[in-house]
């Protein structure tokens, strides 16, 4: 057993995880919690699959579309929570 | 220093957003210029592409698999043309149909990153790129979707942005299976690799992330509302253009890919018949007019997916033609009718189909509109959508797929039937007490909707030409 | 033989998974968002022992500092909300309805098939298989920096890079343009201790975040890193009220926001010509021309996370709003 093999099994039980929330959870921000969950485990497998046994480097280009997937996961996350935020002001309004 | 139209279709929107972000005052004015300095750049474009066969730019003078590059060819150029020339014209709509002020200082800026979005779809050659730009291309158009600020439109837009994330990220999890097998990320790539695990994981991952964002049944729940509660510039965009980029990139990863296999093509095309049914019957349930236009969005998505599937294993190219200009077709007929349904509620003040015929006002212009659109949407000669029709049905008839031409029988026999509702609403007069007053409509603002549903119908007569610039370049697979 | 690393990695993977179950079982959400929170770190500490830090310091400072902060803003909103309500109408905002069970199960067992058949794919995929490695050590002399990471998101694959920064301005504009006339849950005060401590730590804070930034050309680090963390000195401005964003700044925000994508994409189509293509330095200026990149980008990167996190456009409060317009 080699740490890829280990973490590559993570990241697929994340994403798995993640999925499952993402399809079935009914509150909003729990459902965005589980989509972060889907992009770390996409992570996960860029990660591994860039790792070489040491003492060889890792390759350099998964890690740089990782940190491009984290800012644009961050950036859309930002725009779900305003929209529940924004929803939840609209419907307290209603229901007043 | 004479600046490549390939980079220009890329960075004047780009620029053109900045500017427009940056001086609200002027976004509409902005907005235009950037949108026309890419109504010039694609005919030169085109030109290249005519001489060349197809053009490609690796950025950073680093070439793919380690670089990116840039590639046009004859469907790249197509779709830019389509996607520069409906948005134009979305554009002039917008002009008029956004009154609130801060609606049109947000429309541009969110507006142009979109079509950068957009035109970087059509260029991409690298798998992650495109993940990038489906995300540039989501969060414009969730921003757009909620324009409005109305309660219904932020609760279709939050359901769009969820669709939005899942799909996307699905398509990032394939990306990370091609990459562990094959350890690049261009088409080229794709190309040469043999059929494993990991690569139909990949791929598998890819194609079901596009399914979700081009809305195919039943992955369709997120797009009738998010189309229907947009303003009318908004809805016509994502209804006219953003669905195509999915589309797009599924046809691209299609034909890179090693041949599917023969059930999951039948499934796809099952589930095309599905949308092209429910669709249907929801169109013809629909009580308000967007609602109905964006069913029927539903159903031509399911169309063009039935085109994909019914290639088989022989006549791909046909096939894969039939669905470009489905694809085309869609967009232009797509985007004329949202804006004219838009006119029709501005005017009438409502768009509730059973009441639009005791209405006494009659914007006419826009209804005349709204029916050329129904007719490309439909599929009636000399129309675009025809065109695409009967070459789906001749090649599935050739082919003896003759459960998909019935199936597309189904689905033209039913867009008949539901938009007779609407336009039978517009010929009655019977119904009105008062006197009817017919609506001139201001030029502009009619102008946008007529032109794009004069050239639904019209460009069917360019069929052939179109037909033959698509294939320029090699863009489905053909031997050269 | 049993490397006593292997042991670790089992433990950490296995802590990993199940803080990803406890995160969507946990019934109270502030609890399923800390949760989340150590869930991150332990990922990002997961992928540092994968020899990556660049990216374990990427998600512990963006994907789970700065996401954190969202979720925790979004959840204090929401609370302060629903707090007005009766117990129903508050279910009703959250939209919590319980699942039927037989959805829950087939959705589990969806999933779980999911993970089977790619983890069957993962497995039969090559170990540590082809990839970019002999391309990149090629190319690092010609790159202007010695990072390869760096090499890769500013020059390699600088296009990426700039579309990424496109993505976060997309989303700043989208949340100001939600969030307009949106009326402000109180802010979360911050205590006197912290309000002290935050006073104390912000130049700390921006030395890491400079240094982070500088150290990207050569080690771990970069603009992204580094902009989170100079994020985070605008996270603590903006909650212990030591800045309080007004209508007048809109503009230089604005600027701010821009700035990294303007200078990017500006710099990328004016080093054409000659034979140049967009984006291809000339060599003897790459360097100054990626650390000149860099330094704008991460200015845009603090103040863009900055605002994601407010939120709101700044504007008069008495400014006439028409929300509803259809």
């Known amino acids: ?96 | 220093m004479p600046i490549d139209p390939l980079i220009l279709s890329l960075f004047a929107p780009l620029f053109g957003a900045v500017a427009a972000f940056l001086f609200p005052r002027a976004a509409a004015v902005i907005g235009l210029l950037a949108v026309v300095s890419i109504c010039a750049a694609v005919p030169a474009l085109a030109r290249e592409v005519l001489a060349a066969g197809a053009v490609s730019v690796a950025l950073g003078g680093w070439a793919p698999p380690l670089g990116i590059s840039l590639r046009a060819d004859g469907l790249s150029v197509a779709m830019l043309s389509m996607t520069a020339a409906v948005g134009l014209l979305v554009s002039c709509g917008a002009l008029d149909a956004l009154r609130d002020a801060r609606q049109r200082q947000y429309f541009w800026p969110l507006w142009l990153l979109l079509l950068t979005g957009m035109n970087g779809v059509y260029l991409s050659t690298d798998i992650f790129n495109l993940y990038v730009m489906i995300e540039v291309i989501a969060l414009a158009a969730v921003g757009l979707t909620v324009l409005s600020g109305t309660r219904e439109a932020v609760r279709a837009g939050l359901e769009y942005m969820y669709a939005s994330i899942l799909g996307a990220l699905l398509f990032l999890m394939g990306v990370g299976f091609v990459y562990l097998q094959i350890g690049r990320l261009d088409f080229a790539g794709l190309i040469a690799a043999e059929p494993s695990g990991a690569m139909s994981a990949g791929l598998a991952l890819m194609l079901v992330g596009l399914l979700l964002k081009s809305a195919l049944f039943p992955l369709h729940f997120w797009l009738p509302d998010a189309h229907a509660n947009a303003t009318a510039p908004a809805s016509a965009l994502l209804s006219g253009l953003v669905v195509k980029a999915a589309l797009y990139i599924f046809l691209r990863l299609i034909t890179q890919m090693p041949m599917p296999d023969e059930v999951l093509i039948t499934l796809i095309g099952a589930l095309g018949a599905g949308a092209v049914i429910w669709g249907g019957v929801q169109a013809l349930r629909a009580e308000r007019l967007k609602l109905l236009v964006a069913w029927s969005t539903v159903v031509q998505i399911g169309l063009i997916f039935i085109a994909f599937a019914r290639a088989g294993q022989g006549g791909l190219s046909e096939s894969w033609k039939a669905a470009a200009l489905l694809v085309l077709a869609h967009g232009v007929a797509k985007a004329g009718m949202f804006l004219a349904a838009g006119r029709i509620k501005d005017e009438v003040g409502h768009d509730i189909i059973r009441d639009l015929d005791r209405s006494p006002m009659r914007p006419t212009l826009a209804q005349f509109s709204f029916a050329l659109a129904a007719i490309s949407l439909i599929g009636l000669p000399p129309s675009l959508g025809f065109i695409g029709k009967w070459s789906l049905m001749e090649g599935a008839m050739a082919a003896g797929y003759w459960h998909w031409v019935a199936v597309t029988m189904i689905g033209t026999l039913m867009s008949v039937a539901y938009f007779s509702r609407v336009l039978a609403g517009f010929l009655r007069f019977d119904r009105v007490r008062a006197p009817v007053v017919e609506h001139q409509g201001w030029a502009l603002a009619d102008m946008a909707p007529l032109v794009l549903a004069v050239s639904a119908v019209s460009l069917g007569l360019l069929a052939a030409p179109i037909l033959s610039f698509l294939e320029l370049g090699y863009p489905f697979g053909a031997t050269p | 033989m049993t490397d006593p690393l292997i042991l670790f990695d089992l433990l950490l993977a296995g802590s990993i998974v199940a803080l990803a179950v406890a995160v969507l079982s946990v019934r109270d959400l502030f609890t399923a968002i800390v949760v989340f929170i150590v869930f991150g770190l332990l990922s990002a500490l997961a992928w540092a022992r994968l020899a990556a830090p660049d990216v374990a310091l990427a998600e512990a400072a963006i994907g789970t500092g700065v996401t954190g902060a969202l979720l925790l803003k979004t959840l204090h909103h929401l609370r302060h909300f629903s707090d007005g309500q009766t117990q129903d109408a508050a279910r009703d905002l959250t939209a919590v309805q319980p699942v039927p069970m037989g959805v829950t199960v087939a959705n589990a067992a969806f999933c779980g098939l999911v993970a089977l058949g790619l983890a069957v794919a993962f497995l039969g995929a090559p170990q540590a298989g082809p990839g970019f490695d002999a391309l990149v050590s090629d190319a690092m002399p010609h790159s202007g920096v010695a990072h390869p990471v760096t090499a890769v998101l500013l020059n390699f694959r600088a296009y990426d890079t700039l579309m990424e920064v496109v993505v976060l301005l997309a989303a700043v504009i989208a949340v100001w343009q939600i969030e307009r006339g949106l009326t402000e849950a109180p802010a979360p005060a911050l205590g006197m201790v912290w309000a002290g401590f935050a006073r104390l730590t912000l130049p700390a804070i921006v030395v890491i975040g400079t240094y982070l930034l500088w150290k990207g050309a050569e080690a771990p680090g970069g603009a992204f890193q580094g902009g989170a963390v100079l994020a985070a000195v605008g996270l603590l401005l903006l909650l212990s009220r030591l800045y309080v964003p007004q209508p007048s700044h809109r503009g230089l925000a604005r600027w701010a926001f821009v700035l990294g994508t303007g200078v990017f994409a500006g710099v990328a189509l004016l080093v054409t010509g000659g034979g140049r293509v967009a984006f291809q330095y000339p060599p003897e200026h790459a360097k100054t021309l990626i650390l000149l990149i860099e330094g704008l980008v991460t200015i845009s990167i603090a103040v863009t996370l900055a605002a994601l996190f407010h939120g709101r456009e700044p504007v008069a409060l008495n400014a006439p709003e028409s929300r509803h317009d259809t």
């Not at chain 1, 280990?6 to 499952?20: D, E, H, R, S």
């Not at chain 1, 800012?71 to 229901?95: G, H, K």
């Open chain 1, 1 to 96: 057993m080699t740490p890829d093999t280990i973490y590559g099994m993570t990241g697929i039980a994340v994403f798995a995880i993640g999925l499952a929330g993402a399809l079935c959870a009914q509150d909003r921000l729990r459902r965005m919690l589980a989509l972060k969950l889907c992009s770390v485990g996409a992570g996960f497998l860029l990660v591994v699959a860039a790792w070489r046994r040491p003492p060889d480097v890792p390759d350099p280009v998964p890690h740089a579309l990782v940190i491009t997937g984290i800012v644009v996961m961050v950036s859309a996350t930002a725009v779900a929570l305003a929209l529940i935020r924004r929803l939840q002001t609209l419907e307290a309004e209603d229901a007043d």
